[in-house]
Each structure stands twice: as structure tokens, then as C-alpha cells.
């Protein structure tokens, strides 16, 4: 027998005498309490706010029309790139056909930097945290949520899961639908960044405004 045969063989009996080990209790790090869909939105508005994005509320998909064209007009965004998804094409029906053109598959990095703000559709919203998670299954969906200086998100209030940990069921089964690709991207507020002297910088790598339409 080798010298490390020796050792390895004496560690063995050495743990062999200790107490067996019980694994210890899991610990439920986000509990489930079930809010009530107007406690959630209530808490995303909140969370939300608190770090400088917005939240619009409309009753009906009529008001966000209202509400969006209004936010275009105060803005005064002159071209919207938007993704081409049944609730973004419902907001947008009252603005003019010529300030919103719909992603294509062969738009270039810069010529959707080029538009005054982008409208996406969220898949899902977190209350706890005020996020909007978007799937984006094209190249141009992703730069959507990134290169415009502002961003619209629509999203229905039945859309409001607690927290990640209660909407991933949902996500994970279509994770694994062989048949999509792409990604989600969690979206909170606007980008922002501070310096060594904590002066806070919105928009350093992605949008300046961030606006959640939130309709129900």
C-alpha cells in the first residue's frame, strides 16, 4: 500500500466515527402570500416609480391608445419602432401609420438607435420588483428594449405575477419549447449608473424613459 493510500485510508476511519450529518431544512427565500391583482399593482406602480420609471394605468385598451398618442405628442417622438405583437398593434392604433414602423428582420443597429422611443410588449411583470420581463425571440425585439433613448412597455394588470419564483412555471415550460428561441430580458426602470461620487446617471446604457402602460 502507497503512502497516499495510507493517508486516504486513515481519513476514511477518522469520518467514519463522526455524528451523521442531517441535511439542513430548505428555507423558502420568496414565501408565496397571493396578493390581490390590485395589492400588485399597487406594489409594481411603487417599485417601479422608486426607480425613476413610469407607470401609466388605463381602464381599457381604448384608453391606452388615448394615453399613448398623448405621451407621443408631449414628447414629441416623431418615430416609434415597435415589435409586432397584438397589444402593441391595439395601443398604437390611433397614432399616424407613419410614425411607427414594425420590426423587420433586416433592420440594421443603427437605424433602430435612430427612433425617438421603441413600444414592446411584456410577457410578465413582477410586483416586487417593478420588472417587466420581455421574450424577445429576434436580434431586433432585443435592440428594441436597448438603443431607442425611451421605451413604452403595454402590459395587462393579468399579467402581475408576485414575484420570479411564482411566474416561472410559466417561463419554464416555454424555455423549454424546442420550437422557440431566442431570450427574456428582465427590464427595471430606465438605465441608469452612478459615478465614485454617487451622482445618478440615467440612460448611460440603454434608454433614458421607461414607461410601463398598464391597462386593466
Not at 405583437?85 to 435612430?114: C, E, F, K, N
Request: some cysteine; glycine content about 4%.
Amino acid at each position: 500500500m502507497s503512502s497516499r493510500d495510507t493517508i486516504l485510508q486513515r481519513l476514511r476511519g477518522e469520518l467514519s466515527k463522526s455524528p451523521p450529518v442531517s441535511a439542513p431544512e430548505a428555507v423558502e427565500v420568496w414565501p408565496c402570500e397571493n396578493p390581490t391583482p390590485a395589492e400588485m399593482a399597487e406594489r409594481f406602480a411603487k417599485e417601479l416609480t422608486e426607480v425613476h420609471g413610469e407607470v401609466i394605468r388605463c381602464a381599457s385598451i381604448e384608453d391606452a391608445r388615448r394615453r399613448l398618442a398623448e405621451l407621443a405628442a408631449q414628447a414629441e417622438w416623431t418615430a416609434l419602432g415597435a415589435m409586432d405583437r397584438p397589444m402593441v398593434r391595439d395601443a398604437a392604433a390611433d397614432l399616424s401609420p407613419d410614425m411607427v414602423q414594425w420590426a423587420t428582420s433586416d433592420w440594421q443597429t443603427r437605424h433602430i438607435a435612430g427612433f425617438s422611443a421603441s413600444v414592446i410588449e411584456a410577457d410578465c411583470l413582477l410586483a416586487d420588483t417593478g420588472s417587466c420581463l420581455i421574450s424577445c425571440p429576434t436580434a431586433e425585439d432585443r435592440l428594441l428594449c436597448y438603443l431607442p433613448p425611451a421605451c413604452v412597455v403595454i402590459a395587462r394588470v393579468d399579467q402581475l405575477t408576485e414575484h420570479l419564483p411564482a411566474a416561472w412555471p410559466s417561463l419554464a415550460a416555454r424555455a423549454a419549447d424546442p420550437t422557440l428561441s431566442g431570450e427574456f430580458l428582465i427590464v427595471t426602470g430606465p438605465s441608469r449608473t452612478a459615478d465614485i461620487e454617487k451622482i445618478l446617471i440615467l440612460g448611460a446604457h440603454g434608454p433614458k424613459r421607461l414607461a410601463v402602460i398598464l391597462v386593466g
